[in-house]
């Protein structure tokens, strides 16, 4: 009698333990807190089946139709719901880690993804603005989809992190697709006759907002100009946003609708500092940096940062100096830049051009490049 009492509290402690213990989930999910993210991880999707994988959303990351639509066949599960179910997946793909407490987490208990999964794997959003992309959180990552080789090299030395160089995703349909020049100047609001340059600020402090304003109206005399600024810059800072929308571009668009577009409609683009620039080197465009003053001491730069880092190599301008204008008329810079730019496209990305969702694809699903970190610990 004694011996199956202690049996029957046995299982009831196992049953006890079990409910507390998170469920795993033998899939892949992709987190997405924002709905730019859409764009960086979209053309990853087309290359898994269906039953591979799941896609997390925090809060109201899914917020229009448009989003809403491309999601379609798509298993997706809001992070609320995972939490509650205590499910746990064998891979989770972010680009940060999300504290959940909004204090520092030593042990990284209170960070999302470790909540939603037992491996994790960053991919890179964007490759400037080191500030912030090379900060400590990173070590609570198992392991990190990087875009090429100077980035593997400082994931490699600063955290020891398994690395897998993959190229630029989201680019894939730039050299796949084909380019209707004439639909897209249509869609833009761009007449035929005339180049077009695309203007792609980021927001806050190191944004050439402002600083360019008056200089870049200027040319709209000789040019389209097509202005697509932060998709977070509505939202903090709409009055920028306002300013803009008063200056009589062709188009100005606010919303989180995917770059890839306007790098093929560009003759010439302007870039300040973050991941812009890079996509510019990709896709080898002629492209002028504009400056902001002090941005090398920015918290989220630094001077070794990459966007900082690439005025030494490329055209640049401070504002107020009126240089903008000549340059894009003088073509004789261009050769130049472009064997510059073929350097750095060698430097800060594999050379997966139109491929670099399928090795994404490659990489999240075969995990042996992580090593032990890649097994699963149930």
């Keep these: 009698m004694l011996a199956k009492w202690a049996c029957k509290q046995m299982a009831a402690v196992a049953r006890f333990i079990s409910f507390f213990k998170p469920r795993p989930i033998p899939r892949v999910a992709f987190l997405v807190h924002t709905p730019e993210l859409f764009n960086h991880f979209e053309p990853i999707w087309e290359h898994l089946k269906s039953e591979q994988f799941d896609v997390l959303l925090l ?11 491309r999601m379609v066949g798509i298993n997706v599960r809001q992070v609320s719901d995972v939490l509650a179910a205590r499910d746990r997946y064998q891979v989770l793909v972010s680009n ?20 939603l999964a037992v491996t994790n794997l960053r991919m890179m959003y964007a490759a400037g603005k080191s ?13 990190v989809l990087c875009f090429g080789p100077h980035h593997a090299r400082i994931f490699s030395k600063k955290f020891g992190l398994p690395v897998m160089e993959i190229g630029y995703p989201r680019f894939d349909r730039y050299f796949n697709d084909p380019l209707d020049i004439s639909e897209l100047q249509r869609r833009f609001f761009c007449n035929p006759e005339k180049s077009t340059i695309v203007w792609l600020p980021t927001w806050k402090t190191l944004s050439s907002v402002d600083h360019f304003n008056s200089e870049i109206t200027s040319l709209l005399s ?13 939202e903090s800072e709409p009055s920028r946003v306002k300013a803009l929308e008063k200056l009589g571009f062709n188009s100005l668009i606010s919303d989180a609708r995917d770059n890839v577009p306007l790098y093929q409609l560009a003759d010439y683009m302007l870039f300040d500092y973050g991941g812009p620039a890079f996509g510019g080197i990709y896709t080898s465009k002629r492209f002028v940096l504009l400056n902001v003053p002090q941005a090398e001491n920015d918290l989220l730069t630094g001077r070794d940062s990459p966007d900082i880092l690439l005025r030494r190599d490329v055209l640049n301008v401070n504002p107020g100096e009126g240089a903008l204008r000549p340059l894009l008329q003088d073509d004789s810079h261009w050769d130049r830049q472009n064997a510059v730019i073929k350097r750095l496209r060698r430097d800060y990305f594999a050379e997966n051009f139109g491929t670099s969702a399928a090795s994404a694809a490659q990489a999240i699903t075969d995990l042996s490049w992580l090593g032990r970190k890649g097994r699963p610990r149930w």
């Excluded at 809060?59 to 639509?69: H, I, Q």
């Excluded at 500030?131 to 392991?143: Q, V």
């Excluded at 000789?222 to 509505?234: G, S």
């Design 59 to 69: 809060g109201d990351a899914l917020c229009c139709e448009e989003t809403a639509a």
């Design 96 to 115: 940060h880690p999300v504290n959940l407490t909004g204090q520092d987490t030593p042990r990284g208990k209170q960070l999302l993804i470790k909540k």
């Design 131 to 143: 500030g912030w992309n090379m900060s400590d959180w990173n070590k609570f990552y198992d392991g």
């Design 222 to 234: 000789d040019y389209n100009v097509v202005v697509k600024v932060h998709p977070l810059m509505p």
